[in-house]
């Protein structure tokens, strides 16, 4: 997830990674790596800006935030293992 952001605004403007190449998970089998915020590392949209964050929301919000990203991801893993 976060590579392909750095990627977005790597190309066009560094030619020293031309040679960026990614693993395909069609033809190997490579363990799932997914990035989870812990309860207290969610922060709310600035008020602003597009682009940034605000104020940390608060822990009972960035807990069912970090459980429902955690329900997410064991969905796709069950939808991935299931061939779907």
Do not use: C, F
Not at 58 to 66: C, M, N, Q, R, V
Request: glycine share 8%; charged share 25%.
């Amino acid at each position: 997830m976060v590579a392909r952001q750095h990627w977005k605004y790597v190309v066009g403007s560094d030619h020293t990674m031309d040679a960026w190449n990614e693993a395909s998970r069609r033809y190997i089998t490579i363990d799932v790596e997914n990035y989870v915020p812990n309860p207290v590392d969610w922060r709310s949209k600035p008020e602003n800006s597009k682009q940034g964050s605000g104020e940390p929301v608060a822990a009972s919000i960035g807990l069912e935030a970090t459980e429902r990203l955690l329900r997410q991801i064991e969905q796709g893993l069950k939808e991935i293992m299931s061939g779907h």
